[in-house]
C-alpha cells in the first residue's frame, strides 16, 4: 500500500509518500521560519496563508519523486493543531482521496510522533513509554499498542517547547527557542546559576514549565544582557528542562515496569537530552529509540506512516471532514 501523508498543524507543510513493501519514497517540508520569526511566535492566519501557498507544488514534487503518482490513500492531519492550519491540509488531503478514488484517513497529530520511530531500520516493539514533547505538548504516555494510550502525565501550563520559545524570546535569541537556547547554552557557564526542577519534588507524572520561564525573567530584569549573561541564562535553562523530562520518564519507566522509552516530537532533537538519556538508558538497562532529527519536528512522513497503520487497519473517513483542534490522544481507537 502506498500512502501520501499531508501534515498541516501548525507552521509546516510536511508531505510524504510511505510504501508499505519498500518504506518512505519521498518526503519534503516546508518550513515557515521567516514568517514567524519576526513574530516571535506562530501567527495562525499566516501559518494557513503560506499552507495554501505551497501545498499544491509540493505534493506534485513528491509525487514525482516517489516514482510516480499513483496512491492507495491518503492520509493528513485533523488534529490537534492550529484550525486554520489543520482545514487546509483536511480540505486538500480529502479533495485529493476523492478525486482518486481511494480511501482517506485523518491522522492524530500526536500520534504521528508517537510512531515516527518506527520509520527507521531499528524499531520499538510494543509496549513502550513514549515521551512526547513538543510546542504545544509535554505527555508520558503508557503505549500497549496502536491507539491503546494511557495518558500518564501532561503539562499543568506551558508545554515544554512553548517555554523555549519565550525563554529564547527573553533572552533575544531568535524563534525557534529550542535550537537558539541549545546553541547559546554550549558557551554557558553551568555554576552561575541554578533553576528549580518543577514537581519533581512531589509524586505523579504531571509537568509544569511556567516557573522556569518566570524564574529566567526574575534573573534577566537584574542582570545587563550579554553574551555571556544570555549564554549562562541558557545553559541553566536548558539544564532543568531536561532535568525535568528525564526524572519524569525514570520515575514513569519504574512504576509502570517499562523497559523501552520512545521520544518524539521537536524537543527530542535536542542534543543534550539525547545526550543524557543516553548515558542513562546504558546505566539503568532500557532501550531508547527516537526518530532522526529531521522527524523529531513536523513533517509528512509520520503522517503517510500512521495513514498506512490506519488505512491497513480499516480505518476509512467519510466524504465529509472536520478538524479537532484540541483532540485527547486517548480519545483514539485500537486497531490490531
Not at 482517506?104 to 504521528?112: D, K
Not at 494511557?150 to 508545554?159: K, N
Not at 509537568?207 to 549562562?232: H, M, P
Amino acid at each position: 500500500m502506498r500512502v501520501l501523508g499531508i501534515e498541516t498543524s501548525c507552521d509546516d507543510t510536511g508531505v510524504a509518500v510511505y510504501d508499505s513493501d519498500r518504506g518512505l519514497l519521498a518526503h519534503k517540508l516546508a518550513s515557515q521560519l521567516q514568517t514567524h520569526g519576526p513574530y516571535g511566535g506562530v501567527v495562525p492566519e499566516l501559518a494557513a496563508r503560506d499552507h495554501i501557498r505551497v501545498l499544491n507544488p509540493l505534493v506534485s514534487l513528491v509525487l514525482d519523486e516517489s516514482g510516480g503518482r499513483h496512491v492507495d490513500g491518503v492520509a493528513y492531519t485533523v488534529g490537534p493543531g492550529l484550525a486554520s492550519a489543520l482545514l487546509v491540509g483536511a480540505a486538500f488531503g480529502r479533495a485529493l482521496a476523492f478525486g482518486w478514488g481511494v480511501p482517506a484517513a485523518g491522522i492524530h497529530h500526536m500520534e504521528g510522533h508517537l510512531l515516527a520511530p518506527m520509520l527507521e531500520e531499528d524499531r520499538p516493539e510494543f509496549p513502550f513509554l513514549a515521551l512526547l514533547v513538543s510546542g504545544g505538548h509535554s505527555l508520558l504516555v503508557d503505549v500497549q499498542g496502536i491507539g491503546l494510550y494511557q495518558l500518564l502525565g501532561t503539562t499543568r501550563d506551558d508545554a515544554v517547547g512553548e517555554a523555549f520559545d519565550k525563554t529564547a524570546k527573553l533572552l533575544g535569541l531568535s524563534y525557534p527557542g529550542g535550537p537558539a537556547i541549545a546553541q547559546a547554552a554550549q558557551k554557558g557557564n553551568p555554576d552561575r546559576f541554578h533553576f528549580p526542577r518543577p514537581m519533581t519534588n512531589r509524586p505523579g507524572f504531571d509537568f509544569s514549565f511556567s516557573g522556569l520561564k518566570t524564574y529566567a525573567r526574575n534573573i534577566v530584569e537584574g542582570l545587563e544582557l550579554n553574551d555571556q549573561t544570555v549564554a549562562d541564562v541558557a545553559w541553566a535553562f536548558q539544564d532543568a528542562a531536561i532535568d525535568t523530562l528525564i526524572i519524569k520518564s525514570l520515575r514513569a519507566l519504574d512504576a509502570h515496569r517499562h523497559q523501552c522509552l520512545v521520544i518524539g516530537g521537536g524537543v527530542g532533537a535536542n542534543i543534550e537530552l539525547r545526550r543524557r538519556l543516553g548515558s542513562l538508558a546504558k546505566s539503568h538497562g532500557f532501550s531508547l529509540y527516537y526518530p532522526r532529527s529531521q522527524f523529531c519536528t513536523d513533517n509528512g512522513a509520520m503522517i503517510a506512516y500512521a495513514g498506512w497503520i490506519r488505512l491497513k487497519g480499516g480505518q476509512r473517513d467519510r466524504l465529509g471532514f472536520s478538524v479537532r483542534p484540541r483532540w485527547p490522544l486517548t480519545d483514539l481507537a485500537p486497531i490490531a
